[in-house]
């Protein structure tokens, strides 16, 4: 069946820094979506992509969408506190079926 | 306005009884989908609705679990003779509902179920 993998698990870094965690999927996808989940919240939406190669930016935050539709990552620069939670990439089937990663934890110490 | 809202927002109940979760999606949303997510994990998914019509119900674990959504709006998940395996946050999100491609999911705050 169809998965979807996100690494790395956990991330920590220094208020500043830059972070990025990868999800790769095992078959093609129709399209991919990133939200973002603090801690004890829900799932919030960020971003969708569609097309290959896309990229997309939001402020610190630059999203791609590889050429094979297959891989996706987050970048997000300069990272604050206010980045904290976890980050997940759920990519659709074409079918409006996600498969969510098991998500990518960051913690930024300040 | 108001967002996705289930209720109860937990719920306990002993291994054997039947246990009935409700999502009231956003005002005007067509597409109703339903996720497990367990914790340190992400939402695995278990069946989505257009309109009242249940599009996809190959997520859901076993016959124990079913899902409704008669009148397109409110939804209801029902666990049949829960199992402690079945303890998880349940959760709820909406969409309008007008892709392909698929587009924004909004999630509730979830049901979380405590089967002892």
């Known amino acids: 069946g169809q998965q979807v993998m996100q690494i790395p698990q956990y991330q920590h870094v220094q208020e500043g820094e830059d972070f990025t965690t990868y999800c790769n999927s095992s078959t093609t996808l129709s399209n991919i979506q990133w939200y973002k989940q603090r801690p004890g919240g829900h799932p919030v939406f960020l971003i969708q992509?569609?097309?290959?190669?896309e990229v997309k930016k939001q402020k610190r935050l630059t999203f791609q969408f590889g050429e094979a539709k297959k891989n996706s990552s987050l970048h997000i620069t300069a990272t604050q506190t206010t980045d904290v939670g976890t980050y997940f990439c759920a990519g659709d089937d074409n079918f409006n079926k996600f498969y969510f990663g098991s998500g990518t934890k960051l913690n930024v110490k300040p | 306005g108001a967002g996705v809202s289930q209720s109860p927002r937990y719920k306990v109940t002993k291994r054997g009884q039947d246990v009935a979760l409700r999502c009231d999606p956003i005002?005007?949303?067509?597409?109703l989908y339903w996720y497990r997510q367990a914790l340190g994990q992400g939402p695995e998914f278990l069946t989505y609705f257009n309109y009242e019509a249940q599009q996809d119900k190959s997520g859901l674990p076993n016959d124990r679990f079913s899902a409704e959504r008669p009148e397109g709006s409110i939804s209801t998940l029902t666990i049949q003779r829960t199992e402690q395996r079945d303890s998880a946050m349940y959760r709820c999100a909406s969409s309008l509902g007008r892709g392909p491609p698929a587009d924004t999911q909004y999630f509730g705050p979830g049901t979380r179920l405590t089967v002892l």
């Open positions: 992509l569609v097309k290959s190669g």
């Open positions: 005002s005007g949303h067509v597409s």
